[in-house]
């Protein structure tokens, strides 16, 4: 049987050595993120009044961590780098081919480059988010498909990758 949201926060405190509220929300966020592959909405009310906290604190921790999610993650997650070295390299067609090729919803003002937002495939079965650096500026363009790094990526490369994931 799967352990509910309550029962995930309750392990994680028990285990908790103590320290700074702020460290044990963090566990918590990491431990449900962990179980679930995102923080259910339902466990904010529940965080926060474990830890003594307001919502809108709890909710803001969410917010502030990129890696954190209000929602099922995309069977594959496709990261773009957005750096300048990876835009001079033309990074540009590669994030074309996979907002016009992946099922992405391409009008206007759907899907932008914002390092802050996460896209979704029609079919939910790609994500798309932009990064600023990988740190791989010499082999740019940089794409990061899930969890992998390809570096010098180009539209036939990302064909090759793409049809291997199907």
């Keep these: 049987m799967e352990p509910t949201v309550e029962q995930i926060i ?3 405190e028990e285990d908790y050595n103590g320290g700074a509220d702020v460290g044990l929300l ?24 474990r830890l003594n906290m307001s919502n809108a604190e709890v909710y803001g921790f969410i917010t502030f961590y990129k890696d954190f999610k209000f929602s099922l ?14 835009h001079a390299l ?8 996979i907002k016009k090729n992946l099922g992405f919803d391409l009008r206007a003002n759907s899907v932008k480059n914002d390092a802050d937002a996460v896209y979704y495939s029609n079919d939910g ?5 932009y990064i600023y650096c990988f740190g791989n500026c ?3 363009p940089t794409v990061m498909i899930d969890d992998k790094i390809y570096g010098k990526m180009n539209i036939e490369n990302l064909k090759n990758i793409i049809k291997a994931l199907e």
Excluded: M, R, W
């Design 73 to 86: 993650p995309a069977k594959h997650t496709i990261k773009v780098c957005l750096s300048e070295s990876c």
């Design 10 to 12: 309750s392990a994680i």
């Design 26 to 49: 963090l566990k918590i966020l990491h431990g449900l993120n962990d179980k679930f592959g995102y923080i259910p909405q339902k466990s904010i009310s529940l965080i926060a009044e």
């Design 138 to 140: 010499g082999a740019g």
């Design 125 to 129: 079965k790609y994500s798309l988010e």
């Design 90 to 97: 033309g990074v540009k067609e590669t994030t074309d081919y």
